[in-house]
Structure formats: structure tokens, C-alpha cells
């Protein structure tokens, strides 16, 4: 079982990093299967597994069918969001008290994306200020919804699930109104995903700022890697 992550508000991410991989493999591997009354069940949630397949591609199909290519993104950004926020409510709940220090929840995030199969996660920027002035960017070579979308007609961005995951979690860690931006993203022929969280308010100013579109290699975060390369 997961130790209760205490409160620590100076230590250094590196330390924090370690600290929640191994909470959350701790957590993951309190998932349980009850075929008896067909019910899995981690951190005190009901789940269902569902194919990557059917979320990531059959799903936003559906919904473009049905409202249109212009609300079809916002749909499956928010189905993302409610997954992140329940995600991360479970996880808080269960594994982490009262008093353990924002980074460290926010940092969970991560963890859990990557265990739950939507992809991996490296750290470009790094600003987990509880205001108006959040800022984390994080880019994925192996998206789920990428993935999903490689070798369909369309080449644009396809990560609305994994984005509204990142922004539900931080927004349950924190408390803040957040949103997630994709920047760019696999499926458009380039090597990496790339997201940015931000405060709701700061947004579109955000997301034109030149420091969130750098060349991956020149953030000096690279090697903080949550998942998938670690
Ligand atoms: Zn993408």
C-alpha cells in the first residue's frame, strides 16, 4: 500500500519524482479484480477496461458524427477531464494526506497517466505555482491517442483525451481553474506530443509564448522523466 506522502514544500523534484513513481506503483498494485460480480477496483473506484482503440479513435469518430468536427475536440477533452479529476480524487483519498505538498500531487499525475495507459511523460517546464501563474509543459513520444490516430486521412492533433487528463488531474491537485493546450502533436507527422497546462484566465496568451516552444533538447528539465523512459 501506497505511504501517505507528508507535507514537504522545499524538497527538490528529483526527490519528489522518486517518491511518487513509487507510491503509485505501490497504489497501482492495489488494483483488484472481483470476476465473481464483474468489478475492478482501485483505490476505492469501480472501473471498466476499455480498448485504447475504442476511446482514442472509435470514440472521438462517434462524437465528430454526431456534434460536428467543431465541438468534437472539446467533447473528448472533457470525457479526458472527468477521467483525470476522478483519477486523481481516488488517488488523494486513498493514498495521499491532507497536508502532502502540491508538487507532489501534481506529480502523481503523471505516474497514474502512464500507468493507466495513455501514454508517456517528460517534463519540459516545470512552475507549479498554486495561482494564476501555473505553468507545466510536458510532451509524450508514445500518446495513446496518437498512437490511435497514425494512418488515418486526417494529420491533426489528436491528444484531446490525454490533455483534458493532465488538466483534470492538476486542477483536482491544486484547486486552480486549469486548462491543457495541446501545442503539438504526433499525429501531425512531428516526433512528440506537446501540452501545456496554464490558469484558464492565461490561456491563450500562454499558448503563443516562445518559452513553451523550444526545441525539446533546450529545456533543462529533460531529465525529469515520469514514465515510459524511466
Ligand atoms: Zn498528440
Keep these: 500500500m501506497a505511504h501517505r506522502a507528508q507535507a514537504g514544500a522545499d524538497e527538490p523534484i528529483e526527490a519528489v519524482i522518486v517518491r511518487a513513481r513509487e507510491d503509485m506503483r505501490a497504489y497501482q498494485e492495489s488494483l483488484t479484480r472481483q470476476p465473481d460480480v464483474g468489478a475492478v477496483e482501485l483505490g476505492g473506484v469501480s472501473h471498466a477496461l476499455v480498448p485504447i482503440r475504442v476511446i482514442a479513435r472509435d470514440l472521438p469518430r462517434i462524437v465528430d458524427e454526431i456534434v460536428g468536427p467543431e465541438r468534437c475536440p472539446e467533447v473528448i477533452y472533457r470525457v479526458g477531464r472527468a477521467i483525470g479529476e476522478a483519477h486523481a480524487e481516488a488517488f488523494f483519498r486513498s493514498a495521499c494526506s491532507d497536508g502532502a505538498a502540491p508538487d507532489y500531487r501534481i506529480l502523481a499525475g503523471p505516474f497514474h497517466l502512464t500507468w493507466g495507459g495513455y501514454g508517456d511523460v517528460?517534463?519540459?517546464?516545470?512552475e507549479p505555482r498554486v495561482d494564476e501563474r501555473f505553468a507545466v509543459l510536458w510532451e509524450a513520444e508514445h500518446s495513446a491517442s496518437a498512437r490511435s490516430a497514425a494512418g488515418g486521412a486526417r494529420r491533426t492533433r489528436a491528444c484531446n483525451l490525454e490533455a483534458g487528463y493532465s488538466a483534470g488531474w492538476c486542477a483536482a491537485a491544486t484547486g486552480l481553474r486549469l486548462v491543457a493546450r495541446e501545442?503539438?502533436?504526433?499525429?501531425?507527422?512531428?516526433?512528440?506530443?506537446?501540452?501545456?497546462?496554464?490558469?484558464?484566465?492565461?490561456?491563450?496568451?500562454?499558448?503563443?509564448?516562445?518559452?513553451?516552444?523550444?526545441?525539446?533538447s533546450r529545456y533543462s528539465l529533460t531529465p525529469v522523466r515520469v514514465g515510459g523512459r524511466v
Excluded: T, Y
Excluded at 196 to 215: N, T
Design 183 to 216: 501545442l503539438a502533436c504526433r499525429a501531425e507527422g512531428i516526433r512528440r506530443c506537446r501540452f501545456l497546462i496554464v490558469h484558464e484566465d492565461h490561456a491563450q496568451a500562454a499558448v503563443v509564448e516562445p518559452r513553451f516552444h523550444l526545441e525539446s
Design 122 to 126: 517528460e517534463l519540459l517546464v516545470w
